[in-house]
């Protein structure tokens, strides 16, 4: 999917990736074919391949957004799809839940 950034974002090597830059995100995987909940495949304009956290690529929920899934028995992904709150959705986003460690 294409995404804008929604901040800044510093990489190791000392390149900044600014504000609004518009990258495709793919769901991280492992070669065995698993996901990865904290990762997600970044490519820039320019063809430079990433791994980056889905919290710099989206705008994470709020506290009382993911409390309310959590007591609703579902939560979204990244994508904007409803899953469990351990589940991955149809394109293999992980939950926020998962993302962000609480699952």
């Known amino acids: 999917m294409k995404k804008k950034l929604y901040r800044e974002v510093?990489?190791?090597d000392g390149?900044?990736?600014?504000?609004?830059?518009?990258?495709t995100v793919t769901p991280g995987h492992v070669d065995?074919?698993?996901y990865v909940s904290m990762f997600a495949n970044?490519?820039?304009p320019e063809g430079?391949?990433?791994?980056?956290?889905y919290?710099?690529?989206?705008?994470?929920p709020s506290v009382r957004q993911l409390e309310k899934w959590e007591w609703d028995g579902y939560c979204m992904t990244p994508s904007g799809k409803k899953v469990e709150p351990?589940?991955?959705?149809s394109e293999g986003y992980p939950s926020w839940l998962r993302i962000l460690g609480i699952i």
């Open 10 to 12: 510093k990489l190791k």
């Open 15 to 23: 390149t900044i990736l600014p504000k609004g830059m518009t990258v």
């Open 32 to 34: 065995n074919g698993e």
């Open 42 to 44: 970044v490519v820039t």
């Open 48 to 53: 430079r391949e990433l791994k980056l956290r």
């Open 55 to 60: 919290s710099s690529v989206f705008e994470p």
């Open 86 to 89: 351990d589940g991955h959705d």
